[in-house]
C-alpha cells in the first residue's frame, strides 16, 4: 500500500526544502503517512462506532442510517472544508486526500493555508458532538448501561489516544485539537514560508 501514500523521500509541496534530510522537525512533525498510520486510526475509532452502532441497531436497525449520512457527510465533506482545507497536505496534488485519517476524501475545495477562523471551529466541534452524541440518545433511551459505559470508554480512549499519539506531531496546526510545541512550529514555519506567511510568522 505504500504507492498509495505519498513518497517519504520527497518534501511536502510547501516546503522550500529540496529533500528531507537532515529536517529538524522530521521527529516531531509527521508529514508523511503509510498504511500502518491509517490501520492503527481505523484500529482506534472502529471500537466506538461498533458499540455505538449497536445500541442504535438494538433500538431500530433504521436509526443506523441517519447516523451514516451524519459521518459520512460530515467527515467526507464538512469536515474537509472546515478543518483539512487548512492542512499542508491538502496542498498536494490529487484529488483525494491521502492521510490516515480521511483517507480518500475529495478535494473540493482550495487550499487555505493559515488558522481555522471561529465559525469553521464552531462548526468541527459541533459536528463531532453530533456524530459521537448520536448513539449516546438510544444508548440512553434503551437504558443499554453496559453498552453505555463501554461506548464511553472506547470513544474518551479515542480521543485521548489521539490527542497523545497524533495530535502532539500533526502538521495540521490550525486544527483545535493540534498540539505541537511552538518550537516545533517555528522550526516547521521558516521550511515551510507559505504556511508562515499566512499564519503571520514571518520576520
Known sequence: MSNLFLDPR??????????CDGCPVAKDVHCHFTSRDLTAFLFLVLPGFSVGGAGVYRI?????LPWAIIAFGFFGFVEIRVMCSHCPHY??????????ANYGSPRLWKYRP????AAEKAVFIAGLVLVFGYPLIFLLIGLQWLLLAIYILTVVGFFMTLRRSYCSQCMNFACPFNIVEGGVRAEFFKR??????AWGKTG
Not at 496542498?91 to 490516515?100: F, I, N, S, Y
Open 10 to 19: 520527497r518534501p511536502l509541496v510547501t516546503c522550500n526544502s529540496a529533500n
Open 60 to 64: 431500530n436497525p433504521w436509526w443506523l
Open 91 to 100: 496542498a498536494e496534488p490529487g484529488k483525494c486526500l491521502q492521510c490516515w
Open 114 to 117: 493559515g488558522p481555522m477562523v
Open 192 to 197: 515551510n514560508q507559505t504556511i508562515a506567511q
